[in-house]
C-alpha cells in the first residue's frame, strides 16, 4: 500500500470511526467521552501520513462551509419520496432490506443510496439534521480522496490540494450537499473515486482489479452515473499508460458488463416522464445536441462565475444557432488542441474526455426530465478545477524556468553580480507567494459565494421563493410554491399560485391536470 491509498484507507476509517462515535453519544446522552478509541487510533496513524495537514485543512473547510445545513430542513423536492413517505428506511426487517434491494426510489435503482438512508434514519429518526451531517461527512471524504487522486496523477500537491478545495467548496456543490436527497452523488461519488485510485495507480497489484470491480459495483448500487467509469479507466490506460487498445478494452470486459445490467435494468424507471420540466422530451436528437452545445458553454461559465444558480433551469431550445455554433467551435479547437498534446501532456485529454463522459449520461441522449442541473457538475468540476489549479502551478514553474535562463546574463552584466543570485531568488519566491495568493483568494471567494447562496437550502419556502425569482416561468416551480405554501396553512395563496401557473406558464397536459386536481381538492377543503 503506497502513500496515498494509506492516506484514502485513513481518511475513510477516521470519518467512519468519528460519524459512529458521534452517533453513540447521539443515542446515549450519559456517554462523556467525546471520542472514541477508533476515532483517536484513525487520527494518530493518519498525522503521522505526509499528507496529514493537506486533508485536515481540507475537512476543515468542508466543514465550516456546510456546517450551517445542520440547522436546515427537508425540502419537499424528492425528500418526501426518499424520507418521509419511504417505509423501507423505517427499519431493518427483511421484507425491507429485501425492498431496498429490489425496488426502485423516484426512478432509481439505487440500493446502496436507499441502504445509507436506513443507516441514517436508525441513528437520526426523521431529524434533518443527521442526514445533513452524512451529506457533508460524504462530501468531506469526496475530498479528500479527490486530493488523493489528483495527486496520484500529477505528482505535485499543490495542484491537488487546490483541486479538491474548489471541488468542496465551490458554490456549484450547494445542490449536491445541501440535498438531502443528493446522497446518490455523493455516495457514487465516494466509491467512483476509490475506484479510479486503485485502478490509476503507478504500480499495479495482483489485488487491483478485484477492488476495482468492487468499488465499482458499490458505485453502480448508488447510483447509474458510474457506468462511465470503465470507459474512463480504459482511456488512461491508452493514453497515459501506453498501452495497446485491445489489452486495456479486455480488462474492462467485467465492468463494462456490470455497468450495462445497470444500464438496462434502470434504463425503463429513467425514461419516466413524471416531475421536473418536460418540455425538451419530444425534440428531435439533433435538436438535444444542439441545446447541449449551449449547455456545455454554460456549464463552464458556472464554474468560472457562479451567479444566478438554481434548483431548475429552463435554457432556450430554439434560436440557439449563434451560441451553439460558437461553443462546437471553442469545443472543437480545445478538443484539437488537447489531441495535439496527447503525447506530451496526456492528462489534458484523459480531463476533457472525462468532463465529457461524466456529462453524458445528462445531456438527455437517454431522456430525462431535466435538461441541466447544478449537481450534474459534481465529479465533472473536478478535471476543470484541476486543469485550472495546474495552469496555475504550471504558470509559476515557467516563470521560474525563464527567470533561471536570464539570470547568467543579469549575474555576468551587473556591477554587482554576487548581489543578483540573491534578488533573483527573493523574485522567484515572491512569485511563489504570489501564486499561492491567488490560489487562496479563488478558494476564499468561492466561500463567500458558498455561504451566501447556502440559506437558499434552508427550507422549502427559501428554495422555491428563490427558484420562482430565477425560473416564474416554470410550471413546475409554480406548483412546488402551492404545495409548500399549502403545508404552511396557506392554501388560498397556494391556489392563487396555481391560477398563476395556469395564465402564464402554458403548463403541459399533464401539469395541467395535476394543478386542476388540486385546485378541486383545495376547494372542496376550504
Not at 487510533?41 to 503521522?48: E, G, I
Request: hydrophobic letters at 50%.
Amino acid at each position: 500500500m503506497d502513500r496515498n491509498d494509506q492516506a484514502a484507507w485513513w481518511m475513510l476509517h477516521l470519518i467512519n470511526a468519528h460519524w459512529l462515535a458521534c452517533c453513540r453519544i447521539q443515542l446515549s446522552p450519559s456517554n462523556s467521552t467525546p471520542h472514541s478509541s477508533a476515532v483517536l487510533f484513525a487520527m494518530m496513524a493518519l498525522r503521522r501520513h505526509v499528507n496529514f495537514w493537506p486533508i485536515v485543512s481540507l475537512i476543515a473547510l468542508c466543514v465550516f462551509v456546510f456546517w450551517p445545513t445542520l440547522q436546515y430542513d427537508y425540502v419537499n423536492w424528492d425528500d418526501p419520496a426518499y424520507i418521509w413517505f419511504n417505509e423501507l428506511i423505517t427499519s431493518w426487517s427483511l421484507a425491507n432490506l429485501s425492498g431496498i434491494a429490489t425496488e426502485t426510489v423516484t426512478r432509481n435503482y439505487a440500493p446502496l443510496t436507499i441502504l445509507s438512508y436506513l443507516i441514517d434514519h436508525t441513528f437520526w429518526g426523521m431529524n434533518p439534521g443527521g442526514y445533513h451531517f452524512s451529506n457533508i461527512l460524504l462530501h468531506a471524504l469526496n475530498g479528500a480522496l479527490v486530493f488523493v487522486l489528483i495527486r496520484q496523477l500529477t505528482g505535485n500537491r499543490a495542484t491537488a490540494w487546490l483541486t479538491a478545495a474548489l471541488f468542496l467548496i465551490h458554490p456549484i456543490q450547494l445542490e449536491t450537499v445541501a440535498w438531502i436527497s443528493s446522497r446518490k452523488g455523493l455516495l457514487s461519488g465516494a466509491f467512483m473515486l476509490a475506484a479510479v485510485i486503485v485502478r490509476t495507480r503507478k504500480e499495479r497489484r495482483a489485488a487491483d482489479d478485484a477492488w476495482y470491480i468492487g468499488w465499482l459495483a458499490a458505485a453502480l448500487l448508488s447510483k447509474a452515473l458510474a457506468v462511465v467509469v470503465p470507459p474512463i479507466v480504459l482511456l488512461y490506460d491508452v493514453l497515459v499508460r501506453r498501452e495497446r487498445f485491445a489489452d486495456a478494452f479486455v480488462r474492462q470486459v467485467i465492468p463494462g458488463f456490470l455497468s450495462l445490467l445497470l444500464l438496462l435494468h434502470t434504463m425503463g424507471a429513467q425514461n419516466s416522464v413524471l416531475g421536473g420540466v418536460r418540455g425538451h422530451m419530444s425534440l428531435p436528437l439533433w435538436q438535444i445536441l444542439v441545446v447541449d452545445m449551449t449547455i456545455l458553454a454554460r456549464y463552464i461559465r458556472m464554474m468560472c462565475w457562479p451567479s444566478d444558480l438554481c434548483v431548475l433551469y429552463d435554457p432556450p431550445t430554439s434560436g440557439i444557432f449563434i451560441p451553439a455554433a460558437l461553443s462546437t467551435l471553442a469545443w472543437g479547437v480545445f478538443t484539437c488542441w488537447t489531441w495535439r498534446r496527447r503525447h506530451q501532456q496526456p492528462l489534458l485529454l484523459l480531463g476533457l474526455a472525462a468532463f465529457l463522459l461524466l456529462l453524458f449520461p445528462v445531456l438527455n441522449f437517454f431522456r430525462i426530465t431535466t435538461l441541466m442541473n447544478d449537481r450534474y457538475l459534481n465529479l465533472p468540476s473536478i478535471a476543470f478545477f484541476a486543469l485550472f489549479a495546474s495552469m496555475l502551478h504550471q504558470g509559476t514553474a515557467l516563470c521560474v524556468e525563464r527567470l533561471g535562463r536570464i539570470a547568467p546574463k543579469i549575474t555576468s552584466t551587473s556591477h554587482s553580480p554576487s548581489i543578483m543570485p540573491a534578488l533573483l531568488q527573493g523574485w522567484i519566491t515572491s512569485q511563489r507567494i504570489l501564486s499561492t495568493t491567488l490560489a487562496l483568494a479563488t478558494v476564499v471567494a468561492a466561500i463567500a459565494v458558498t455561504r451566501s447562496h447556502l440559506p437558499v437550502w434552508q427550507d422549502s419556502l427559501t428554495l422555491w421563493s428563490h427558484t420562482r425569482v430565477n425560473a416564474p416561468q416554470l410550471a413546475v416551480v409554480r406548483i412546488q410554491m402551492a404545495l409548500t405554501l399549502d403545508e404552511r396553512g396557506y392554501t388560498e395563496e397556494a391556489m392563487r399560485e396555481l391560477l398563476t401557473a395556469l395564465r402564464d406558464c402554458d403548463p403541459d397536459e399533464g401539469d395541467e391536470q395535476r394543478i386542476q386536481l388540486m385546485l378541486e381538492e383545495w376547494s372542496m377543503a376550504m
